[in-house]
């Protein structure tokens, strides 16, 4: 059986009738990621960077982060299959980690007795592979038996792209494939287990095809004991879609096969097998779905007319997913967004429906009730200006002390450690009237890393250039002086529906709010006088923080909006005295690399430093390189005349001009970034460089992957290079 998923759908990354001329690029020749001259120019500049940060200063900074990282004090978070909790650790014994599992006694307990099964430091060193540890997919056993197959995914350099080997959790070892256990060759792609002899698997392995984003294209049904190029191909999607996955859901009662089109980052078609045929789920290409046993629940990107009702984008809608496929299109709204509330996520108990939302990019939490006409709860749990998430512990737990409406709270805040709680969900009724308790306790809590209590958080508005207003959290120490003499580090992503959250981090808080210089000079500050960072989070246009309309303002044309907002943000902690431009640097990463580049060649004059990390900058020829034609929904398609118009007023590798006074800058990058990778990273310092503008700064991790870093002592060192450039440059004067 071989089904192409074709649809009505026009495809974003269809090949145009005519190409956008390519603009002049004398250093496409680092493009050769590989390459021995290439390697050479990154080692180059690699030295020269690590000559000026590398010093004693940094290397205390480094070892504060790392200790951090290595803290073994940490919440140690884990997922709960039949009677095991299991989690991933690292730590300063073990870099790579550990695979584990405890009892529910024994992690609650202050100090837990874990079954270590897997050393992932052991097995790089048995294979001679810088393994990384992805996760493990556990096949559900028979009723009344232990979980205790897996398919454990691992990348050999920290990229997208993993071999998956089975794994025996009670044994605690691999399934020799000799002996007909899996072990499919690295790829990017995805595994589920069909039944304990069989996966469906989504592969860009061996001769299977590839989308033009480098992801899989079609998906096979492996049985044990065939290789993977032997397998029949089961669904199949056209070349200029993003990625096809395959899925099996194996719950009780209501086992289903799906199948994903994933046409672009916003757009897919979803199919459930049913008598040997891929159905479609009939909706929208722009309308997310999910389902949960009986019901189907969709939330659309965009407004979505039902017979004749209207439903907004960013609502919550469900439906009994039989009759919906049978043509039913009765639907009950479970949440509708307003100007200030978006739903941000959703998890299901075995009674229960828990939704969390951010109001103003603060959170709450309503728990609904199907068996009473989806009647909503508030779960008092939410304090202001902090980040709280309720998920499921495991809707189908039936172990004695267990419940499958057992559901577990993650609160944290700029100021606040993370806590991890365990509650209970039930039915009461009071004064007649139905509702939803909670009963809940404390069951973990991260240590604090710095003073938290030395510093407040404060959310502000901004104007954006169109009158939109902008929040912004301000992290600083308590009776903050407005001279404008404070290093600010501005921070900020806009990008993909991403929300930007209050997160405690013991990195910014010792390697930026604690940081003190023996000396600020300028106007307003004396010789000597000692001050603190403060640290900036802005909620920009082009993320999620209000929902998909806060997301859709700034796509492809209107990408400008999102940096109208961040230098807004930059305009306002100026005016308000919170800083100025010699003291305000930007940090980024990844699409937050794309902003800060924009500030760099947009608004040179609002910032002193500018770190900008696995960027993409190089928006011509972005989607020809690794995983960049999967973002054509996101940023447009340079191939396009018309496209590109707007495209090149964002490309900062196309901006840059001579003759003007660009902030200080350092781009940093990993050679085994399959998803942007380095090249566009390289080329923006190769062209900086040779157009002789001052203080420009390079660094290329030669491991780590998208993250940059695969263990603690690599992101130690990511993050320890970013936060001392921009304190030299900010505080100090001397990057």
Known sequence: MTTTAADSAPASGTAPTETAPAPTDENIWLEDIYGEEQLAWVREQNARTEDLLEDAEYARLEGGILEVLDSTDKIAMVSKHGEWYYNFWKDQQNPKGLWRRTSWDSYRSDAPEWEVLLDVDALAAADGVEWVFHGANLLRPEPGQPYRRAMVALSPDGGDANRYREFDVEARAFVDPAAGGFDLPTAKGNVSWLDPDTLLVASTAGDLPRTASSYART???????????????????PEDHMMAIVAHDSTPGFERTFAVDWIDFFNRRTFVLEDGDWVPVDVPTD??????REWLLFRPQRDWTVNGTTHAAGSLLAADFQAYLAGDRELTVLFAPDAHTSLQSWSWTRSFLLLNLLKDVSSEIRVLDPAEAWSPSPLDACPPLHDVNAFAVDDEDDAEGGSGDDFWLVATGFTTPSTLTRGTLSRSSADGAAGV???????????????????????????????????????????????????????????????????????????????????????????????????????????????PSWHRAALQENRHRAYEDFAAVARDLISRGVTSRERLGCVGGSNGGLLVGNMLTRYPELFGAVSCGVPLLDMRRYTKLSAGHSWIAEYGD????????????????????????????????????????????????ARMLAMGIPNIWFHEALEGGHAGASDNRQAAALQGRSQHFLWKALAEGTA
């Open 287 to 292: 309308v997310n779905t999910g389902v949960h």
């Open 638 to 685: 340079p191939d396009l005349p018309e496209h590109w118009e707007f495209m090149k007023t964002f490309s900062p590798y196309h901006q840059l001009k001579d003759g003007v006074d660009y902030p200080e800058t350092f781009i940093w990058t990993a050679t085994s970034d399959d998803r942007v990778g380095p090249v566009q990273a390289r080329k923006m310092a």
């Open 219 to 237: 998906a096979v049904r492996v049985h044990r004991g065939t290789a993977l190029g032997d397998a029949p191909r089961i669904f199949e999607i």
């Open 437 to 547: 308790v909670s009963s809940h306790a404390v069951v973990k809590a991260s240590p604090s890393f710095f003073n938290d209590g030395d510093y407040e958080v404060q959310q502000h508005f901004a104007v954006s250039a169109d009158g939109t207003k902008v929040p912004y959290f301000q992290v600083a120490a308590r009776g903050l002086v407005l001279d404008g003499q404070n290093p600010t580090q501005l921070s900020g992503y806009g990008g993909f529906e991403v929300s930007r959250t209050p997160a405690y981090s013991g990195t910014i808080g010792r390697a930026w709010l604690e940081r003190r210089t023996a000396a600020v000079q300028g106007d307003g500050a004396a010789e000597g006088h000692s001050r603190g960072g403060v640290y900036v989070v802005a909620n920009i246009r082009g993320g999620g923080e209000y929902g």
